[in-house]
């Protein structure tokens, strides 16, 4: 039997907004002949899901020769990278799901850049761009980090019920996944984003309040109704954490729960003087008290 663990779960919510951080890492020790790759100036690089990012890789001279260059991801664990592109210059085939996402950027005739588009929660890690042609094959690595926000999660029965298996799949239906000490520790390190809204908007779709006084059964009709599901408690935290969601309004919520986000924390609306989201708790489904946040996708081409 897996033990319990003894603290809620704490879920990293993976988003949909557009941020790029580098941080410079050393290069592979060098190797004898001529270099064809530059090394990058910035190899480890930051975006959130849903959205589109770059990995640079660029040679500084034209190739030799019958040269390809190939794209592949280090899967832990494994034996072998996962193909994801290759090229000859000319002509460039993605394989597998993350290369139906993949083009060359192109941005000029020594440019091999890999372009990933709609990011994902499994893109995350770390690539390869291998320069094959002939034994002196070289390569240059970069990591790629995908940012969101940390938060405690609970389910109805209560506070430490978890043990890790199902504190992972609590994390995964609310839209996130478990999250790892750096997450943790980068999270407590980080504010919250300002500004305050109604409608939020992201790459992947948007957060909105229906009003009224509806039971569960109830609120998912609403949103349907408006083309769009109840929201998780991922969507909710993610707009309040991103785009400022300020809202003194308790909602049903996907997993049955009521809660409402607050940005500027104000009397008779929560309570506490921190910002944060607050939790009604589960009340009865049958209880007509509430609105409903409601969660509309982009449909990403």
């Known amino acids: ?51 589109t990012v770059t990995l640079p890789c660029v040679l500084g001279a ?56 709609n990011v994902r929660l499994d893109d995350e890690g770390r690539y390869r761009c291998q320069l094959i042609h002939g034994v002196d094959d070289e390569s240059v690595a970069l990591t790629l980090y995908l940012e969101g926000v940390v938060f405690p999660y609970q389910p109805s029965r209560g506070r430490y019920q978890f ?21 943790l520790y980068q999270g407590a390190r980080r504010g919250r984003a300002g500004g305050a809204g109604r409608d939020l908007w992201t790459e992947e779709g948007r957060v909105f309040f229906v009003p009224g006084r509806l039971t569960l059964s109830e609120a998912h009709a609403a949103c349907r109704r408006r083309g769009a599901v109840v929201a998780k408690v991922g969507h909710l935290y993610a707009a309040w954490k991103f785009s400022g969601l300020d809202r003194c309004d308790g909602g049903w919520l996907a997993d049955g729960s009521v809660r409402f986000p607050i940005t500027t924390p104000r009397p008779r609306c929560g309570g506490l003087p921190d910002p944060g989201v607050r939790s009604f708790g589960f009340p009865r489904p049958q209880q007509a008290a509430y609105g409903t946040y409601c969660y509309a996708e982009t449909v990403v081409a």
């Open 62 to 117: 034209s190739p030799p020769p019958s040269y390809k260059v190939r794209w592949s991801k280090v899967e832990p664990g494994h034996l072998r990278d996962t193909t994801v592109l290759i090229t000859h210059g000319a002509y460039a085939r993605g394989y597998g799901p993350l290369g139906t996402r993949g083009s060359l950027r192109r941005g000029h005739r020594l440019d091999a850049s890999l372009v990933i588009a």
């Open 163 to 183: 043990n890790y298996f199902e504190a992972k799949q609590a994390c995964e239906e609310q839209d996130g996944r478990l999250a790892t000490d750096r997450q």
């Open 1 to 51: 039997m897996p033990g319990r663990i003894t603290l809620p779960a704490l879920c990293h919510l993976l988003l949909p907004w557009t941020f790029i951080f580098h941080k410079s890492l050393g290069n592979s020790a060098p190797h004898p002949g001529p270099h064809y790759l530059l090394p990058p100036i910035h190899d480890v690089i930051h975006s959130r899901r849903g959205a």
